[in-house]
């Protein structure tokens, strides 16, 4: 992987991560085009730059992760389903990883919920609240089983952490940035576990080169990931999940071509 292809990754990364349009799908779009999905060291650095994205939600939203012993309670008992079902059914989840169909299948069915659900969302942004008054332990526990869904890829980890808020009776705004303090442990825990996986299991070692690319892909995806965590909102509030659901499909719809012309052979897909 060269450098700039290491750069087109990481944007793509921090631009989708915190979208409910599925980094998983793109990042496939984006490795295959380029040739390079089925390196090894291409699967983890596309775990690894999560890293870069995470950090983006600690300092814009800084204040709130220094306020109380509770909220790291309520994500943690919302990070506990996906460590649960992750551990249970990890052979059944690395299968479906590789299963480009299931990706692409996921990303149209989702979008045409959110294309069904969209006044419904809609009716639920004349709320007004707030993750610290709101996000009960029991509401953060049934957010946490949301996320597992996720595992699915295609599905979106935000996409359905955002639906599972709104199910639960937050507003839109509340519910997105939820879904963000949550992706901090959940994606910390995917990228240390990549890595690890990486050095022991697989017997792979890092480079210099590779620490460069590491480095710099979680610096591009963190500087993305700012400027999209802060449109996103705007965007949400204003627009809905109208141009989601459509965007959802567009792609999905975009990777059952390219699987048809032989661009995905041999690929094997490496995010959580």
């Known amino acids: 992987m060269t450098l700039l292809e290491a750069i087109v990754l990481a944007f793509i990364e921090g631009l989708t ?13 984006g490795s295959s085009v380029m040739g390079i999905a089925s390196e090894p060291f291409v699967k983890v650095f596309t775990v690894a730059i999560q890293f870069g994205a995470i950090l983006s939600v600690v300092v814009l939203y800084w204040r709130r992760f220094f306020q109380s012993i509770g909220f790291y309670v309520k994500l943690f008992v919302a990070f506990l389903p ?10 059944q989840i690395d299968h479906l990883l590789e299963n480009i169909v299931v990706v692409a299948l996921a990303l149209i069915v989702g979008g045409v919920i959110f294309l069904l659900l969209n006044d419904y969302f809609k009716r639920q942004s004349l709320r007004t609240t ?12 049934r957010i946490g089983f949301f996320q597992v869904i996720s595992m699915v890829p295609g599905v979106s980890r935000s996409a359905a ?46 480079s210099s080169n590779d620490l460069l690319l590491l ?23 204003k627009h809905g999940f109208k141009w989601f659901g459509w965007y959802r499909i567009i792609v999905g719809v975009a990777i059952l071509i390219l699987w048809k012309l032989g661009y995905f052979d041999g690929v094997s897909v490496g995010d959580f």
Not at 82 to 90: C, D, R, S
Request: proline residues 4%; neutral net charge.
């Open 82 to 91: 996906a460590v649960f079902f992750g551990l249970l059914f990890k052979k």
């Open 161 to 206: 952490t955002i639906f599972g808020g709104l199910a639960n009776g937050l507003s839109p705004t509340t519910a997105a940035e939820f879904s963000f303090f949550l992706a901090v442990p959940t994606m910390f825990a995917a990228t240390c576990k990549s890595l690890w996986d990486f050095v022991k299991d697989d017997g792979g070692s890092f």
């Open 17 to 29: 991560e915190f979208l409910p349009v599925s980094s998983t799908g793109h990042m496939i779009i």
């Open 215 to 237: 480095g710099v892909g979680n610096l591009v995806a963190f500087l993305v990931a700012m400027v999209a965590i802060r449109y996103f909102i705007q965007f949400l509030t």
């Open 130 to 141: 707030s993750v610290e008054a709101d996000v009960t332990l029991p509401r953060a526990l």
